[in-house]
């Protein structure tokens, strides 16, 4: 079945950096886009990056664009997002999803709506 499973995440200070991974099964990585998104405590889900099946196309919220990037090894069937100069405000539960649909087009806001699958997420805290 398919199954996404998370791991990198920890304690950074401020201006530090992670590295996320997201380990995907049970279907053909390369067709399907992958979405990072998180969650803070107290706020709605929001969708941080998205990337295409293929690789070739990424897209970032306003609020990571410049700091964070998202990559894939099909080969490897992994999807990362790397973490750099991270703030307090980018603490928060990451969780990595699956595009549901292939057919349905690949938006850059990376609506949390348009994926499934979602792993059991992986804590990032960003503190002094």
């Known amino acids: 079945q398919v199954q996404l499973v998370e791991s990198g995440g920890g304690l950074a200070q401020p201006g530090g950096s992670l590295r996320l991974s997201c380990a995907a099964s049970?279907?053909?990585?390369?067709?399907?886009?992958i979405g990072w998104f998180r969650q803070a405590p107290g706020g709605e889900r929001e969708g941080v990056s998205c990337?295409?099946?293929?690789?070739?196309?990424?897209y970032y919220a306003d609020s990571v664009r410049g700091r964070f990037t998202i990559s894939r090894d099909n080969a490897k069937n992994m999807v990362y997002l790397q973490l750099d100069s991270l703030k307090p405000e980018d603490t928060a539960v990451y969780y990595c999803?699956?595009?549901?649909?292939?057919?349905?087009?690949?938006?850059?806001?990376?609506?949390?709506?348009?994926?499934?699958?979602w792993g059991q997420g992986t804590q990032v805290t960003v503190s002094s």
């Open positions: 999803a699956r595009k549901l649909r292939t057919y349905t087009s690949f938006r850059p806001d990376c609506p949390d709506w348009q994926y499934s699958y």
């Open positions: 049970g279907f053909s990585s390369e067709t399907y886009a």
């Open positions: 990337i295409s099946g293929s690789g070739n196309i990424a």
